[in-house]
């Protein structure tokens, strides 16, 4: 086998442990989230991502190789941190606590991007042209996930910062200003 096939098949291999992790990390990234579009954009993705690690175990298979998970520490550690954006979004506003669930999920999105694009060049460098269709069609899916968490983020941004939310107190600051002064 050549180097280079090699390195596709070790890549694809960590890819495919990333996306069996992400499918039972993320049902509860939609049971933590508060705001509806971000609860169905997390559904579509895990619907999305059950599809991904069939493409996968298909390019294996296209590539003459078992479909065989390679650890992968990276993704472990961005579920690891996207539990903890849970448990400590329990503490926070809800709209705080969405916006930090937005952060997690496009972590893991960048992750995903830059795996998906290297085992796509890997595969058109060694002219295996309908394993890198099928991976591109992967890429392209979370390249949209990014794009509409992205999309999704900003109406929360906006109305985050009209509130102005108090880091200590989990209070608009406006709020907390005028009871201050009350008591004054
Ligand atoms: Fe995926």
Known sequence: MSQLKGLL???????????????????????AAHNSKLKEAFEKHLEQTHEHVERLKQAFELLGAKAQPKPCKAM???VEEGKETIQEGKEKEPLVA???????????????????????ALARLINEIEVATLLSHTLGDEERADFLLTTL????????????????????????????????
Do not use: C, F, N, W
């Open 9 to 31: 098949l070790e890549e694809m291999q960590d890819l495919l442990h990333a996306e069996m992790q992400l499918t039972k990390a993320l049902p509860e990234m939609v049971a």
């Open 76 to 78: 472990a550690g961005l």
């Open 98 to 120: 969405d916006l930090s669930l937005v952060t997690a999920a496009q972590k893991v999105e960048h992750y995903e991007i830059s795996g998906y694009g290297t085992v796509r």
């Open 153 to 184: 983020s900003k109406p929360l941004l906006q109305q985050a910062s009209m509130k102005d939310y108090d880091a200590e107190q989990g209070q608009p600051k406006a709020k907390k200003a005028q009871a201050s002064h009350k008591g004054a």
